[in-house]
């Protein structure tokens, strides 16, 4: 196990601490290379992956990913999961490719569904170098073979994936047979669409980018009592300004419902710093879940015009400071 440690300290000493110095093609440090050059084909959509790079700095990767790429960061000893792709029949190919028929789902899922919806500054600062797009995307136990001093078994409970995030330099994302050939493929796409910008919204927070106005917080109480349960009440939540909770899957994956059921699953919603629940980030989840529409449908402005009031704050901070219109995103494509 020595062993596997020094490994991992050694990768980390390695890690480069500015993506914007780092050419991705022929990279230093810890970054992977991108082998066989980009794009990777001559497809309309390697044309339309060319221009996202162009743009946006994010390379679209889809042939040649190996089990190297997909587990550079240190696995934890305790559980010796790894990240896998591709087929059971592939799992032991020297790298995955995704399916040629794939290909257009993943594309115009980026070109229509992420990047109309944010600015270029937020999309270098938020998004890794790479995203690799692969099929069947999951976890499984790693062998750690007879220098494991004990048997090491993978805890993961959900091995199928749509999303790994990787704090090097790639994300991987991978969507099932079902999701994109669904006759509810439109409410999968915004699954996803809410899902993976929520992640890069978070991605940003975590660098101390995202911030928040003043304006927003003037008029919550933390420290009031309120009530959850009777809209009647003058502490009632929304009356208050406090919107509902909204897993950060958006009902992808394992856990399918999208709202938090109870607010007293996490006490820490209330606390202006908590990174889980906290209620800047939460306003956001709501304004890219819900369309307009259906979110004076849920909050009626005439019953709570604070929510409205700080709704409205949330969408031209987010538009101003980084480029995200969470409204379009609501809407997706078809507004």
């Known amino acids: 196990m020595k062993k596997y440690l020094i490994i991992a300290l050694a990768s980390l000493a390695l890690l480069s601490a500015c993506r914007e110095s780092e050419d991705a093609i022929t990279p230093s440090g810890n970054y992977s290379p991108i082998r066989g050059g980009f794009p990777q084909g001559d497809s309309k959509y390697d044309s339309i992956i ?26 934890s000893t305790g559980t010796g999961d790894i990240y896998v792709a591709g087929s059971e029949e592939e799992r032991d190919a020297p790298s995955w490719n995704l399916p040629e028929e794939q290909l257009p789902y993943y594309v115009n899922y980026f070109k ?62 991978s969507f099932t ?3 994109m050939n669904s006759s509810e493929a439109e409410y999968t796409l915004k699954q996803q669409r809410c899902m993976l910008i929520i992640e890069l919204i978070k991605n940003l927070d975590k660098k101390n980018e995202l911030g928040s106005p003043d304006e927003f917080w003037a008029g919550f109480n933390f420290n009031d009592t309120m009530d959850i349960k009777k809209p009647e009440s003058a502490k009632y ?24 059921e109870s607010y007293f699953t996490s006490t820490s919603y209330w606390e202006k710093s908590n990174k889980n629940y906290n209620l800047f980030t939460t306003y956001i989840k709501n304004i890219m879940w819900l369309t307009p529409e259906e979110f004076e449908q849920r909050y009626p402005s005439s019953l709570y015009p604070m929510i409205h009031e700080k709704r409205d704050i949330v969408i031209d901070y987010m538009m101003k400071r980084h480029g995200v219109d969470l409204v379009k995103i609501s809407y997706g494509k078809n507004k």
Do not use: H
């Not at 946006?56 to 550079?72: C, H, I, P």
């Open 237 to 260: 939540k929304y009356k208050l300004g406090f919107v509902d909770m909204i897993n950060d899957n958006f009902g992808t994956g394992q856990r399918k419902q999208v709202w938090v």
């Open 50 to 75: 060319n221009d996202i790079k162009n743009e946006f700095g994010v390379y679209l990767l889809y042939k040649d990913v190996t089990e190297a790429d997909l587990n550079r960061e240190w696995v």
């Open 177 to 179: 047979d079902e999701m």
């Open 112 to 173: 229509e569904d992420i990047f109309p919806n944010i600015g270029k500054e937020f999309a270098n600062s938020a998004f890794p170098v790479k995203i690799y797009m692969i099929d069947n995307l999951r976890t499984e136990p790693r062998d750690f073979g007879d220098e494991s001093d004990e048997e090491v078994g993978g805890t993961d409970t959900d091995p199928r994936k749509m999303l790994m995030k990787g704090t090097f330099d790639c994300w991987a994302i």
